[in-house]
């Protein structure tokens, strides 16, 4: 009978391929347009998906699972600053273009200058504190040579230190926290991968290696600084701490397969889920204990959670958002970026102008044009992509300026 | 390079049957055409040097494999540019068993689909799919044995209800 299934299947492959759609006639100039546009957008994304999180940046304006979540007290699809339809040509006629977001959320948005005097092209990686950006400057593409801080309020820059990497290895996931910037590297030790956590005075200095007894087997993928250790969890599941001057690794119990999301807040599966689970379904307080399961129904794809909320997809319907509990769901509008940034911020297609992109806030219902050029004659062009989690600072590139969001800042 | 015209050759040659191997791995024809749009960016980006090493169409077939299987859903930066035409020929397969194969490997985790698809449509050999994917001889064995037994007990099938294959 096993010869029988594996005919069968091969038939049945054969014969479902022929439903397959067939290529438009444009498709390979469709597909030069958009490989040209990306060698120019890369870069943006890596900035903009960077969001990174502040260990003190807990004053996000929505709490735990368990606590007073901020409800979604506006469906964004009837706010008059949203799309009102999904992205067909009749929705078209109904989009008014939000206003710019510096006039919307005024306190959280600032523009620096793309050229800064003294250093390089960069990247702002993370919010230091309130009013200070950490910069990051590249040797070759993506590998960081340098990071500096800069003063929102003054607009100086000054180096914290020089970082020098060895080859196909780079610095990541900064943390700030303690007096201290911490990073980490990923590098290939007989086919796995093992990390290295760095750290560094915020006044400046040289980066020094923290030590662990043991190597830390895994890639990092999210670091955050609580008290005086450092929590990180690694891509292949487990939440671990080490103090920051050093010692032995502990893992988090009951934390095994887990990513941090928010510290206190971990979960299961991590944000990337290959097999189409919903990422952070399982929430777990590693200071409480307390859990949260996040509803998931049948036939929902793309499912991505919060602390508080989740996002998601079902197949001819437009994407909702609500509660982890599954209450409060309103539909969403039909061009959104799958990201959720902070349990509440989305990013969105506009239908005018081409190539346009708005913010929106998905518990107000407010939204902010970011004020992105359509492509130019070569079909380059930006695209603001949101992460999950603590994500604080967003931005990309305008002309000749660098644009800032301070997402905790938004109320 | 940007404008090559062996690659727009290529993609009108080949676009089909690449959507139609897109379309058996994902099992729709929103990740069929997603996939075979994000695996020609990616070749196109790679043209020259693809050119000389070795063969776009295995390239592309590679990355559309590797792509299914990978976390790149979630981060996809792009949505389809071409709009799927209406009336797609949705039609019922020729027979029960074929249509109730076909639903149970819509249950299949995306690696499992993807060796059955290349064992029992590319016809590759294992050997073949462990350098496709990039995952050891030992894992697409078991990974087709699960596969299988899972579509086995689905299928209402005359071995499925006592379990015996395999």
Not at chain 1, 61 to 77: C, F, L
Not at chain 1, 84 to 95: E, I, L, R
Not at chain 1, 362 to 374: A, C, I, R, W
Not at chain 2, 80 to 104: C, K, Y
């Amino acid at each position: 009978m096993n010869d029988d299934l594996e005919d069968v299947l091969r038939r049945t492959l054969g014969h479902a391929s022929q439903r397959a759609p067939q290529a438009p006639s444009t498709l390979s100039s469709q597909v030069m347009t958009h490989s040209l546009r990306r060698r120019t957008r890369v870069q943006t994304l890596v900035a903009a998906l960077a969001v990174a999180v502040v260990a003190s940046g807990a004053v996000v304006a929505v709490r735990g699972a368990g606590g007073d979540p901020a409800p979604p007290v506006v469906n964004p699809t009837q706010a008059p600053s949203s799309v009102t339809a999904t992205p067909s040509p009749s929705g078209k006629q109904a989009f008014v273009t939000p206003e710019p977001i510096e006039k919307v959320w005024p306190q959280a948005v600032w523009k620096i200058p793309a050229k800064l005097p003294g250093i390089r092209k960069y990247q702002p990686r993370i919010f230091i504190d309130d009013r200070t950006l950490l910069l990051e400057t590249w040797g070759s593409f993506e590998k960081a040579d340098a990071i500096y801080a800069y003063d929102l309020d003054g607009g100086q820059v000054r180096k914290i230190t020089d970082i020098r990497t060895p080859k196909g290895v780079f610095a990541s996931g900064y943390t700030a926290g303690a007096g201290r910037i911490v990073w980490q590297t990923i590098d290939e030790v007989d086919g796995g991968r093992v990390t290295e956590f760095w750290s560094v005075p915020i006044a400046g200095g040289r980066p020094t290696v923290i030590n662990t007894a043991a190597p830390v087997k895994g890639g990092g993928d999210k670091l955050t600084v609580v008290g005086d250790k450092l929590a990180f969890s690694v891509i292949e599941g487990g939440v671990f701490t080490v103090p920051l001057g050093g010692g032995t690794v502990e893992p988090v119990a009951g934390a095994e397969r887990h990513h941090i999301l928010r510290w206190p807040w971990v979960g299961t599966p991590g944000e990337y889920t290959p097999n189409k689970e919903a990422s952070f379904e399982d929430l777990l307080n590693v200071e409480t204990g307390e859990t949260s399961k996040a509803v998931v129904r049948p036939g929902e794809q793309n499912v991505r959670c919060g602390v508080t909320t989740c996002v998601g997809e079902r197949r001819g319907s437009p994407s909702f958002y609500r509660l982890r509990d599954g209450s409060q769901e309103r539909d969403l509008p039909g061009s959104a970026f799958p990201g959720l940034a902070a349990d509440r911020f989305q990013t969105v297609f506009s239908p005018v102008p081409r190539g346009g992109q708005y913010m929106i806030d998905l518990v107000t219902g407010e939204s902010g044009d970011l004020s992105l050029s359509p492509p130019d004659a070569k079909g380059q062009s930006i695209v603001v992509q949101l992460g999950v989690g603590d994500s604080r600072l967003v931005s990309y590139p305008i002309k000749d300026e660098h644009v800032v969001i301070d997402l905790t800042k938004i109320r | 390079m940007d404008d090559d015209p062996r690659f727009a050759d290529f993609v009108a040659e080949r676009a089909d049957a690449l959507l139609r191997y897109g379309y058996v791995l994902s099992g729709n024809s929103h990740d069929a055409a997603d996939l075979t749009q994000e695996a020609l960016i990616r070749l196109h980006r790679a043209w020259s040097r693809v050119r000389r090493k070795q063969d776009p169409e295995s390239y592309t077939r590679m990355i559309m494999a590797r792509l299914h299987i990978s976390t790149w859903r979630l981060r996809r930066r792009e949505r389809l540019t071409w709009d799927l035409p209406e009336g797609l020929h949705l039609d019922v397969l020729p027979s029960e068993v074929e249509q109730g194969l076909w639903q149970a490997l819509e249950g299949l985790p995306r690696k499992q689909r993807a060796v059955l698809v290349l064992r029992y449509y590319e016809q590759l050999t294992d050997a073949e799919i462990s350098g496709v994917l990039g995952i050891s001889r030992g894992t697409v064995r078991s990974h087709a044995s699960l596969g299988l037994n899972k579509l086995r007990s689905a299928v209402s099938h005359p071995t499925a209800a006592n379990g015996s294959a395999l």
